[in-house]
């Protein structure tokens, strides 16, 4: 119900960014990519295109110079990822848990990592607002990719099983209400 209500109070902004895309980058407006969700599930995770051409690389930093003006700035406010409400209200994904990673990241996960998969992907979550500015964290390393699968990425999957073992409503809450506001977490560093 949340989702569909925002769905329907944010459909004015929704357009307008729908419209902006359509004149500055085309058709579609949309990046639909496969993404990995509970109980290893794949689905289709729906955002709003902010690169020119297809995305070939899951590293965004990888392929930053294809990154339209108008979608630097959907990233940075994080507008791009209005469209997963949708997602939500289809319900393959919640509101808050780990990011859905794709094939290629979620097959790595073994052993006691492989709890991630247990819970629906969210919109937001712990590692999100740790990472919140990932994309500019990757453009400033000589090798993104590698840096992202050797510090961002194991990091992430650390961050996701403390939340796991911990998660709760009030917990959720609080990721929701730190993501609204730009603040840290506290006790997830």
Known sequence: MVAFTMLI???????????CILLTNGWPVFYVQER???NAKPF????FKTMRGVEKNSIAACEADRITTLGRWLR???IDELPELLNILI???????????VAGYADKLEGDDRCILKMKPGLTGVA??????????????????????????????????????????????????????????QGFE
């Open 76 to 78: 940075r406010t994080k």
């Open 91 to 101: 319900g393959d994904m919640s509101f808050v848990g780990p990011r859905p990673d």
């Open 128 to 185: 999100s607002l740790k990472y919140r500015n990932e994309d500019e964290i990757l453009s400033q390393q000589a090798n993104p990719k590698e840096y992202n699968d050797t510090v961002i990425w194991p990091d992430k999957v650390r961050l996701n099983r403390e939340y796991f073992s911990r998660q709760s409503f009030w917990l959720d809450l609080k990721v929701i209400l730190c993501t609204a506001t730009g603040k840290c977490l």
């Open 9 to 19: 109070v944010l459909m004015p902004v929704l357009l307008i960014v729908a419209s």
């Open 44 to 47: 289709k995770m729906f955002k």
């Open 36 to 38: 990995i969700g509970q």
